[in-house]
């Protein structure tokens, strides 16, 4: 075996390892994991049926409910087959491996745009990165875009640079994909157009028909979702804008200075490394390297791209993390003593790992969380019967039974509704002003479930 495959399954084996750790950095699934694993789930039963009427729903307003079109569907179809082969327990191991696989590809890109030693720098910043870790360990769409979006730059370098006809056709593919993955890969897009332009300093590359033929893929992978989107909203895009249009459901508005806020949580000292590349790039007019203003106008372009969103979160920025662990590596190869540095990077970048599995260890496994998690297990246990409960897609996807939301507004007679078979009434979930609840409960239904301050109630 050759020194770089060893390399290679090494530092695959180190990122995987990690991300796997992270995975049990939470004992509860968040919302959106729920929401991708429950979609799967349900997908397993009838691939063609892509919606919330069934047994639960996400919280979607009234005017929008049941089309499920804006979240993005790869990510459920890719889980469904594991329920459907009855391998629902490496569900959540997914993501984590597809994470692994990136810090691959960005050793491959690495080594493409410009040395193994970059490579070898650029790949293990992002093994190692606490954004790219974190959500590694989550069921969510972000590292997955992000895998098919370094997929879509590796085939475009590879066909367009290099001149390999096949990979001007996976490009295309790769990249329609990676919009089928996150809406927002659609960022992406003028990112090539732009490169072309740069660098050609004219349209001469239209007259590429291998590009014509891998737009022409792009829109033949999407085209099962156009006619979804057709169907459901009446709008061939219909999808694609609900998706835009939900970014304004939940989160609120964040300032423009977001992502610089939380720079350090989501880099840690990458964060400094990657200026002083900045600066370097500058002091030594590499941006003028093809490779170096590539991943610039990734960089930038997506960067303001995400920071225009009213809603922000430090995941958006997934995408360029690669880029960002590209630059950073291309500079550490550049400076004296760069192996002494990187190792410090490297043991660094180690502690911040440690010190955010703690933290979010500590905050996670509290006994509001844990009671939440048996009371599930005990519904799971029960008769069938609808559960009325504020996380729904949460009690879907550990119990398996049919859940409705608690009625707003509430009224004594809610809790004597024959339908509801179940209430589950939570700290986890429940807000302080739903409390109230609790004493029509106690005096119409029999508590059967009683941990701390989770409870469930059935109704005789």
């Given at each position: 075996?050759?020194?770089k ?5 090494l530092?695959f ?5 990690i ?20 979609l799967g789930y349900?997908?397993?039963?009838n ?10 729903s996400d ?6 409910w049941?089309k ?9 179809y890719?889980l469904s ?5 009855k391998?629902?327990f ?9 994470g ?7 050793y ?8 193994e ?9 992002l ?10 360990g989550r ?6 875009s992000?895998?098919?979006?370094l997929?879509?730059i590796?085939?475009?370098?590879k ?28 960022w992406v ?14 349209l001469?590359?239209l007259?590429?028909k291998?590009?014509?033929?891998s737009i022409?893929?792009?829109?033949i992978?999407l ?7 057709n ?12 998706g ?6 939940w989160?609120?508005?964040q ?20 200026l ?41 920025l ?11 590596g ?17 043991i660094?970048?180690l ?12 905050n ?19 008769q ?6 504020d996380?729904s897609?949460?009690?879907?996807y550990?119990?398996k ?12 007679d809610?809790?004597?509704?024959p ?7 939570s ?9 109230n609840?609790?004493n029509?409960l106690?005096?119409?239904l029999e508590?059967?479930?009683n941990?701390s301050?989770?409870?469930?109630y059935?109704n005789?």
């Amino acid at each position: 075996m050759q020194k770089k495959t060893k390399v290679i399954i090494l530092i695959f084996l180190i990122a995987l390892i990690i991300r796997i750790i992270f995975v049990f950095s939470t004992p509860i699934k968040w919302w959106d994991e729920a929401v991708y694993a429950d979609l799967g789930y349900d997908l397993s039963k009838n691939p063609l049926h892509y919606s919330f009427d069934g047994k639960w729903s996400d919280f979607v307003p009234a005017g929008d409910w049941p089309k499920a079109g804006f979240r993005a569907p790869l990510l459920p179809y890719f889980l469904s087959i594991f329920y459907l082969l009855k391998l629902d327990f490496l569900v959540e191991f997914l993501i984590p491996f597809i994470g692994a696989l990136s810090v691959v590809l960005v050793y491959l890109l690495g080594e493409k745009m410009f040395n193994e030693k970059i490579a070898f720098y650029s790949s293990i910043f992002l093994a190692l990165v606490p954004i790219h870790v974190y959500y590694s360990g989550r069921i969510l769409t972000d590292v997955l875009s992000t895998f098919l979006i370094l997929l879509s730059i590796y085939s475009f370098w590879k066909g367009f640079e290099e001149g390999e006809k096949k990979y001007k056709v996976l490009f295309g593919f790769f990249l329609a994909l990676s919009i089928l993955a996150r809406y927002t890969s659609l960022w992406v897009a003028p990112v090539f157009l732009f490169y072309f332009l740069i660098k050609k300093k004219s349209l001469s590359f239209l007259k590429d028909k291998y590009l014509w033929l891998s737009i022409l893929i792009f829109f033949i992978v999407l085209s099962p979702w156009f006619l979804y989107s057709n169907s459901e909203y009446k709008n061939p895009i219909g999808a694609f804008i609900h998706g835009a249009k939900a970014a304004s459901y939940w989160g609120g508005v964040q300032p423009w200075y977001f992502f610089f806020q939380y720079s350090w949580n989501m880099f840690s000292i990458i964060t400094i490394i990657f200026l002083f590349s900045l600066l370097y790039l500058l002091y030594k007019k590499d941006f003028i390297k093809k490779e170096i203003y590539f991943l610039l106008i990734l960089i930038v372009f997506f960067f303001l791209m995400a920071s225009l969103m009213p809603h922000k979160e430090d995941r958006f920025l997934l995408p360029i993390t690669p880029a960002i662990c590209l630059i950073s590596g291309f500079f550490i190869e550049k400076i004296r003593y760069h192996k002494l540095v990187f190792s410090f990077l490297v043991i660094f970048l180690l502690i911040s790992l440690f010190l955010s599995f703690n933290y979010t260890y500590k905050n996670s496994y509290t006994e509001s969380n844990l009671c939440f998690l048996k009371a599930n297990e005990f519904l799971k246990n029960t008769q069938d019967g609808l559960v009325v409960t504020d996380s729904s897609p949460i009690v879907y996807y550990y119990s398996k039974k049919e859940t409705f939301y608690y009625p707003n507004p509430w009224t004594p007679d809610s809790a004597q509704n024959p339908a509801y078979k179940y209430f589950l009434l939570s700290d986890y979930d429940m807000s302080p002003k739903y409390l109230n609840i609790k004493n029509d409960l106690d005096s119409n239904l029999e508590e059967v479930f009683n941990c701390s301050n989770t409870i469930v109630y059935k109704n005789l």
